[in-house]
């Protein structure tokens, strides 16, 4: 099956139609398997022809399995029929591309969409801000311990007994 997409088991897609075919005739062909609720043959908009295909839609899912097992490989009017079951209208418009729904009919996930994306840009920004405090905390922090090795540096040279106890230490460290 393609893309994940349900299968609508009471309706059959019947592929293969010759030109002669007429949803009258479809209907005739299938109707030995049980009620039928619907015939369709899409129409070719520039030839106003079937497209060698149409659907058979059965009242019953038992008939549409007994009908799509008898008839697909069979000939009608010359011509070999594929019998699948068929796979829900694709919509085309909005989300899904052109043709028989509203501009509207996908607003509600559009708006949906809009709001979580300006969430995500304001913890963005808001993370960008937590990140650069931070840094400058940071750059902050390591400017006093400069300040700091330097004030302890300038207190050793001026302080006797501390220079005295710097030189011990680096004696002990060698």
Request: overall charge negative; glycine content about 6%.
């Amino acid at each position: 099956m393609a893309a994940q997409q349900q299968v609508q088991k009471n309706t059959l897609y019947v592929g293969g139609l010759a030109e002669e075919v007429n949803e009258a005739i479809l209907h005739a062909a299938f109707i030995p398997f049980g009620d039928i609720k619907d015939v369709k043959t899409p129409l070719d908009q520039a030839t106003q022809k079937h497209r060698s295909f149409g659907f058979v839609t059965f009242l019953e899912r038992e008939d549409a399995a007994a009908a799509m097992d008898n008839m697909d490989g069979a000939e009608l009017y010359g011509r070999v029929l594929t019998v699948n079951y068929a796979l829900p209208e694709k919509i085309k418009g909005g989300e899904q591309g052109w043709a028989a729904q509203p501009i509207w009919a996908d607003a509600d996930t559009w708006f949906e969409r809009q709001q979580q994306e300006e969430e995500m840009q304001r913890m963005q920004a808001e993370n960008k801000a937590a990140m650069q405090a931070a840094e400058e905390l940071h750059r902050k922090k390591m400017a006093e311990e400069r300040e700091g090795e330097k004030e302890d540096e300038a207190h050793v040279k001026d302080d006797p007994m501390a220079r005295a106890e710097a030189e011990v230490l680096k004696q002990n460290n060698s």
